[in-house]
């Protein structure tokens, strides 16, 4: 079964870090891109950063220079490196895998919790 797991949510105060994780299986291999979203409370679902090769990574306005993605094939895991977290940044985190001719993985996603 292809599937995502998210974790590392959690509560923290502005400024402060967080690393989420997203385990794929089978392989993360299986996947042509991957990516993490979010989704705030009563806002529609944002793109945030995605990967699709070593050294090709894509990130929003909103958090470039703060996030850093990044995908390690042997523990077949995509993680989101969160630096300098503000308010704004509360929401539902998703990880997502895209594969070739076939349709969009999303993971069941992760709550991030940012306090003034």
């Known amino acids: 079964q292809v599937q995502l797991v998210e974790s590392g949510g959690g509560v923290v105060q502005a400024g402060g870090s967080l690393r989420l994780s997203c385990v794929a299986s089978p392989s993360i291999s299986i996947f042509r891109e991957m990516g993490w979203y979010r989704q705030a409370s009563g806002k529609q679902r944002e793109f945030i950063a995605r990967v699709r090769g070593p050294g090709r990574a894509d990130y929003a306005d909103s958090v470039k220079d703060r996030f850093t993605i990044s995908r390690d094939t042997v523990k077949n895991t995509l993680y989101l490196q969160m630096n300098n977290l503000k308010p704004g940044d509360t929401a539902q985190y998703y990880c997502?895998?895209?594969?070739?001719?076939?349709?969009?993985?999303w993971g069941q996603g992760t709550q991030v919790t940012v306090s003034a």
């Open positions: 997502n895998g895209e594969r070739p001719f076939d349709r969009p993985i």
